[in-house]
């Protein structure tokens, strides 16, 4: 652990404290800052609506569901959203799984997504890619079911892991996909991934203006990889919140966690304290 980085149970509830007050005193509308519920998967398994409450009253202003969201109702979605809306968070996107995307699957995630009253489906991994060739299929499919979206007043979106950053033939699968994607596709930025592969977050915000509208907070550092909250690890925070506020176009925050020395709900809580003392 960072130890420089590393914030002490009494500076966490201190930080904790200050985050509302801070908030109400900056004068221009704050970016909402919200959680992937995949940092969560055990507790959110184990009582979705109750997750998600205590999620809301860490702080949180939305939530990403990611892809077992796929196998609701469309009945279970109106309970959920109306849990949200009681609760006064909101849920901006959903991660998908390719199928999301298709013609036997789109239907059903257009129909999810606008229960939950959402922007952007987001393609969270588009599986086994092979070469070039294979990201380019997977933005053309992309593309056709955005087509499909945009009549639905909804976006496709594509989430990076660290394969979209290794260079195969001399180019990054993710340079492919930012030239064959219509722009109103949105770019959801992982860091983490980014910086696990060695590549430079904040040059890719800059390089890509306007489409960087969401971005999952996740740290990274060479001796822990991911298992490390926000602020421990090697991401230049400040200079990417920057870049996404001045040229990324960021729409709302997303903080996401693999794993830490804490359990879930407290890493949860510790990663947004770090993200509003980072972030101030």
């Not at 959903?94 to 699957?105: A, V």
């Not at 639905?152 to 195969?168: S, T, V």
């Not at 200079?239 to 960021?250: M, N, Q, R």
């Amino acid at each position: 652990m960072n130890t420089q980085n590393h914030i002490s149970r009494r500076s966490f509830l201190s930080v904790l404290a200050a985050a509302p007050l801070a908030a109400a005193v900056t004068p221009s509308k704050p970016i909402p800052v919200g959680l992937e519920l995949y940092s969560v998967r055990d507790e959110l398994e184990k009582d979705l609506m109750g997750t998600v409450r205590g999620v809301a009253k860490t702080g949180y202003q939305c939530v990403e569901f990611y892809s077992p969201y796929f196998e609701w109702t469309t009945d279970y979605a109106r309970k959920v959203r109306a849990e949200l809306d009681e609760l006064g968070i909101h849920c901006y996107s959903t991660h998908n799984d390719l199928k999301s995307f298709t013609p036997e699957g789109m239907g059903k995630a257009i129909d999810l997504n606008k229960v939950l009253g959402t922007r952007y489906i987001v393609l969270a991994h588009p599986g086994e890619v092979s070469g070039l060739d294979g990201y380019k299929r997977v933005a053309e499919t992309l593309n056709k079911a955005n087509d499909t979206m945009k009549g639905q007043a909804l976006h496709a979106g594509y989430h990076n892991h660290d394969a979209e950053w290794k260079p195969i033939d001399g180019q990054k699968p993710m340079e492919v996909l930012r030239a064959a994607l219509d722009k109103s596709i949105m770019l959801q930025l992982d860091v983490g991934t980014c910086l696990a592969a060695g590549s430079d977050p904040v040059a890719w915000i800059n390089h890509n203006p306007g489409r960087i509208r969401s971005m999952h907070v996740k740290d990274w550092s060479p001796q822990k990889e991911y298992k490390v909250l926000t602020g421990e690890g090697i991401a230049p925070w400040k200079k990417l919140f920057a870049a996404a506020e001045k040229t990324g176009g960021i729409e709302y925050y997303l903080i996401e966690q693999e794993g830490s020395d804490y359990p879930e709900m407290e890493t949860a809580q510790r990663c947004l304290a770090a993200f509003h003392k980072l972030h101030a």
